[in-house]
């Protein structure tokens, strides 16, 4: 099958199969003038795929960052408001003749952990992908939850710190606002009076740089309270810290351990634990494949 993973800043692409294979990537960036121009793009490159597979397509699917709606229309992202509305799975399905399935970043992240990393074998299981922002997605009995706008609606907006910085969403204090990647790296630049990465963040906590360190364990700390309060509602088996949150290190993955075991309910603590992903970079696209061979999940 063909999988897309259009993302805030790059869109990719790759051939990929039943056991999580991936083949011919490719990679280009979102940014368009309008939704028309970047569905075209996209459509080129996904024909290229076709011509390159060796075997007969099963079909394609696309993991989108935002709200999408079961017929595969984008209906919000903060991020790319002039994809808005864009009818993605008609587009698509009628230029590259395959049946097209879209579905949001936040499940297509926990869908690749559930098949192919440490959801594996689990009844109850939820993945927090932290990276532009805080995606929340849940299986419950081999099954994606969806509550609001087809997934988790907005539950990495949990409120974790009431005097906390304002969010982008308008409210204040939440998870997203105090532990995305993207804010992480806002914050340190900001401390350090210059730009940097998100990369340069965790070597500088792993080298044990004490603000780097100090900004790491209060992130992970929220962590651990929005996993907590989550655990409190869902009652899951496991907890995975999935996307750039995944790769921050063990002064991040420590503190949010720590604080998830001190605010969470004996009862959800009982049977919840807190890991780290392990379907790697490409998960996106490894959840974009298995909402097509996995298609009882969704
Ligand atoms: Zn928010």
């Known amino acids: 099958m063909i999988a897309v993973d259009i993302g805030g800043g790059t869109t990719k692409l790759a051939l990929v199969n039943r056991e999580g294979t991936l083949e011919q990537w490719s990679a280009f960036p979102t940014a368009s003038p309008d939704a028309d121009v970047f569905l075209a793009r996209t459509l080129a490159a996904i024909c290229d795929l076709q011509e390159k597979a060796r075997v007969p397509l099963h079909g394609l699917a696309v993991s989108a960052a935002g709200f999408v709606s079961a017929g595969g ?48 074998g689990t009844n109850r299981f939820l993945c927090l992908t932290g990276g532009t922002g805080l995606g929340v997605g849940m299986i419950a009995e081999n099954k994606l939850l969806r509550i609001a706008h087809g997934c988790m609606g907005d539950a990495g907006h949990v409120i974790v710190a009431p005097d906390g910085p304002a969010c982008s969403c308008g409210g204040r204090g939440c998870a997203e606002a105090l532990v995305s990647t993207a804010v ?13 990465s998100f990369r340069q963040l965790v070597e500088d906590s792993l080298r044990a740089a004490s603000a780097a ?10 962590l651990g309270v929005a996993a907590a309060s989550l655990a409190s509602i869902f009652f899951p088996d496991r907890i995975a810290v999935a996307g750039g949150l995944a790769h921050a290190g063990e002064t991040f993955f420590r503190a949010a351990e720590q604080s998830f075991r001190s605010h969470v309910g004996s009862l959800p603590a009982s049977r919840a634990t807190l890991a780290l992903a392990n379907s790697g970079a490409h998960a996106p696209l490894l959840g974009a494949a298995a909402c097509l061979f996995y298609p009882e999940l969704l």
């Open 73 to 120: 229309v984008l209906t919000f992202n903060a991020n790319l408001p002039w994809l808005e509305g864009a009818r993605i799975g008609e587009v698509l399905e009628r230029g590259a003749k395959l049946p097209v399935h879209v579905e949001a970043d936040s499940n297509a992240a926990c869908l690749a952990e559930y098949v192919f990393g440490s959801g594996c």
């Open 184 to 196: 992480l790296r806002q914050r340190y630049g900001a401390m350090l009076c210059q730009e940097v």
């Open 213 to 222: 360190c100090l900004l790491m364990e209060e992130a992970g700390r929220a």
